[in-house]
Structure formats: structure tokens, C-alpha cells
């Protein structure tokens, strides 16, 4: 089978190694690959693309402006020399009527990270009429996809909230991969915090974007509020500064203005941009993890910390509401608030114990849980069963990763 995938921007986030997934999945299934993107960030430099063609067409457009890069894409898939079997689309279904009007036949599987017409910014004069084109059109555009995969509950609630036209048949919740397996290859595994030396100091472990929606500046005021009251203990922010947009920078400094301000500087750790390794030794050196986005559509982070066997604090709210299990693997707070926050995380630091993630019989359940339902095979499992729908008349073979995890 010959798939195209279409992922306009390749950074170092959730969306893009869900497109690293899907890349994996259908190589190791034995299908030809050929991924269209206009751009891969420095981060990926050096990684190997094995077993995909890479047609990086370098289009100078606006970061984020997913809408017209995929058109672009699509434009040079239809007069391309590519005719797919099946064509794997994200960010922006722009470009699925000229797809469709190229390659009638072509089954198009679309995964939601988040309705485009509710990621696109209304807050200045000319994104607030070009949101609302996209409103008005988007509906439209997804009844050329035949597989509508959302990575979440409060996705697929959102998605069915501005898009009703829409069969909620074709309608599936997968959630993306947490692939740390490999990702950590030759990496220590996960350690209990009961295995491990005790911190001398309580360890908060923030592994974010710097990015004004993560309101990370709530962690900055929780530290404060918290030093107040007598407490020690550490807090990194850990996370990945984008040079291509000015914001992540500004924020950066944001961040490291209000540590001065508020007196944290000494509480308060930045670790800017970490490697993979790098990532998962702060994971382990950590005793809870946090997690501030309000409203975020999936969230990688908590997943990652249940794997990690640490508890991690979130706001209840989109995608973490649902994949954090309250005082057993985590706790979640009303809002985006420092008093909020401040207040759990002094509960966390007063718990002794978090039975599910540190001792073993309890882990045991939760690693199930993991393997089921944010794991790569998951993963794996839940495209397979899409493609039994979509080509019900083809025998789809199972990927070699899922066959030795099956062996």
C-alpha cells in the first residue's frame, strides 16, 4: 500500500511524534511511506527517517498557519507522480476537497489534535475574520475524510461541539502514542521513588513548551507562595525554547523576570531545550511532576509521568482531566491558579506515599493501564482497526513492532 502522509510542520511537540508514530507504524507494516511537510525543525536534524521518503518542500510560510501550508501540500501531492492508496492528514483539512477531487478512490484518514477554527487566535482584527472563515468552511472540508481519529474525550467533544454536520460514526478517540521505549533506548527504566535516594529537597519537575497557553507563570507564583510559607524545596522548568517564534523566547524571559521579582531565583531552575535522555533522568530525579495548561487537548506530560511512576499535578480541565486518575496518580486543581497550585503541591510534599506509582503491585495495575490505552501498540492497534474499515476487502498486516510485542 502507498501512504501519504501530510504534516505540514515537524517540532519537538505532542502532534509531531504522533506523525513519528503513525511514520513507524506503517513502515514496520511494510507499506511505502512518502511524507509531505514544509518544514522539520533543527531538533530532528540528525535523526534517520528510515524506510520514508521525506519530501520536505520548504515553503517560507507563517508558523502555525497550518491552513495554507496544507493546501500547499496538497497542491503538490495532485501533481505529483504519487498515486496513495491512502492519504494521512493533521493540523488543518484544507486541503481534502482538492485531495479528493485528485484521487477519488484515495481513503483519507484525518487526526483531530484540535478543530483548526478553535487553535486559530481571534484576538487580533484580521485573525478573528480568517477564524471565522475557518469555522464557517471546516465542517465542510471534513465530510471528504472517511476516519476521523481525535486524541481525546474533550476533543472529540469539541470537535462534535463546532462540527455536528459531522457522522459521529466517523468519529474515533485514539489517544497518541507515549513511545518512550524507544525514545530511551538503552536508558535506565522507570525507578520508583521508594528505590531511589531520597531528594534533600522536594523536586517539582515542569516539562513544558515555554509558551504563554502553558501558564507556566502560575508555577513561578505557587514557588512563591510557598516559600512564603516556610517550605523548601526546588522547582525545574524544563522545556523546549522554539527560535522560530518570538513568543517562546519573550515568555522565556517572562519567566526568568518574575523568578527575580518574586524572590524564587533560588527555588526556581531553568533547563531549557533538554535532549530525550536529558528529559527522562529529570523525570526520575523528580518527585512530582507538573502540568499548568488549561484546556490542553491531550497532554503528553502526564502520560509520561505515569510511565515514569511519578504523580503530577494538573489543571482539571481538556485532555489531562481525563487521563490523570485523582490521588491515585495524580491531582488536579480547578483552575490555572498559584493559590491552587501552591496548595497541592504542598500536598504532595506532605504525602508520603503514592501507593499506585511506588510500590510495585500498584504500579502493575497502572503500567496495564498504560499499555492499553497510551502506548505504541495501543497505538498500533487502534490504526489497524481503522484499516480493516476503510479497506475491508485487504488483508492489513500488523506492524513488526506490534508482532515482537506480540511474540
Known amino acids: 500500500m502507498q501512504v501519504v502522509i501530510i504534516h505540514p510542520e515537524q517540532w519537538n511537540g505532542g502532534s509531531d511524534r504522533c506523525t513519528v508514530a503513525m511514520i ?45 501550508q496544507n493546501v500547499a501540500l496538497g497542491w503538490y501531492l495532485a501533481f ?38 478553535l487553535v486559530t487566535p481571534s484576538r487580533f482584527f484580521l485573525y478573528r475574520w480568517y477564524s ?36 459521529p460514526q466517523k468519529v474515533q478517540v485514539v489517544y497518541p502514542p507515549c513511545d518512550v521505549d524507544a525514545i530511551v533506548s538503552k536508558a535506565a527504566e522507570a525507578v ?41 524545596f526546588i522547582v525545574q522548568l524544563a522545556g523546549s525554547v522554539m527560535p522560530h517564534i518570538p513568543e517562546s523566547r519573550i515568555y522565556y524571559d517572562l519567566l526568568q523576570k518574575m523568578t527575580s521579582e518574586l ?3 533560588d527555588i526556581v531552575k531553568f533547563v531549557p531545550s533538554p535532549t530525550e535522555q536529558e528529559k527522562f533522568e529529570l523525570y526520575r530525579q523528580c518527585d512530582s511532576a507538573l502540568y499548568t495548561p488549561p484546556n490542553e487537548h491531550f497532554g503528553i506530560v502526564p ?15 481538556g485532555g489531562p482531566a481525563e487521563t490523570v486518575i485523582e490521588d491515585v496518580t495524580g491531582n488536579k486543581i480547578a483552575k490555572p491558579c498559584g493559590e491552587f497550585l501552591a496548595d497541592a503541591m504542598e500536598r504532595h510534599m506532605c504525602r508520603k506515599e503514592w501507593p499506585a506509582l511506588d510500590t510495585e503491585d500498584g504500579y502493575r495495575i497502572q503500567r496495564a493501564r498504560f499499555d492499553r490505552e497510551f502506548s505504541y501498540r495501543g497505538f498500533c492497534n487502534h490504526i489497524e482497526e481503522a484499516l480493516k474499515e476503510m479497506f475491508p476487502d485487504e488483508i492489513i498486516p500488523p506492524s513488526v513492532a506490534r508482532m515482537r510485542a506480540l511474540a
Open 192 to 232: 520508583s521513588r521508594m528505590d531511589r535516594p531520597k531528594n534533600e529537597l522536594y523536586i517539582f519537575l515542569s516539562m513544558n513548551r515555554f509558551w504563554p497557553e502553558k501558564r507556566l507563570d502560575i508555577i513561578v507564583e505557587a514557588a512563591g507562595i510557598l516559600k512564603r510559607r516556610g517550605y523548601k
Open 303 to 317: 502520560i509520561e509521568a505515569l510511565e515514569q511512576r511519578r504523580p503530577v499535578i494538573v489543571c482539571d480541565s
Open 132 to 167: 471565522r472563515l475557518i469555522g464557517i468552511a471546516e465542517e465542510i472540508l471534513f465530510e471528504g475524510t472517511d476516519v476521523v481519529m481525535v486524541n481525546s474525550q474533550f476533543t472529540a467533544g469539541q470537535f462534535q461541539r463546532v462540527m455536528p454536520g459531522v457522522s
Open 80 to 117: 505529483s507522480n504519487l498515486n496513495p492508496d491512502l492519504i494521512v492528514i493533521d493540523h488543518s483539512a484544507s486541503c481534502v476537497p482538492l485531495i479528493k477531487w485528485r484521487f477519488p478512490q484515495t481513503k483519507v484518514l484525518f487526526y483531530c489534535h484540535f478543530p483548526q477554527q
Open 24 to 68: 513507524r507504524y506503517f513502515v514496520g507494516a511494510g507499506h511505502r511511506v512518502i511524507w509531505l511537510t514544509t518544514m522539520i525543525d533543527e531538533y530532528w536534524k540528525g535523526h534517520k527517517w528510515e524506510g520514508v521518503e521525506v519530501r520536505d518542500i520548504g515553503l517560507k510560510l507563517h508558523p502555525g498557519d497550518w491552513w495554507s
Open 263 to 265: 524572590d524564587v531565583v
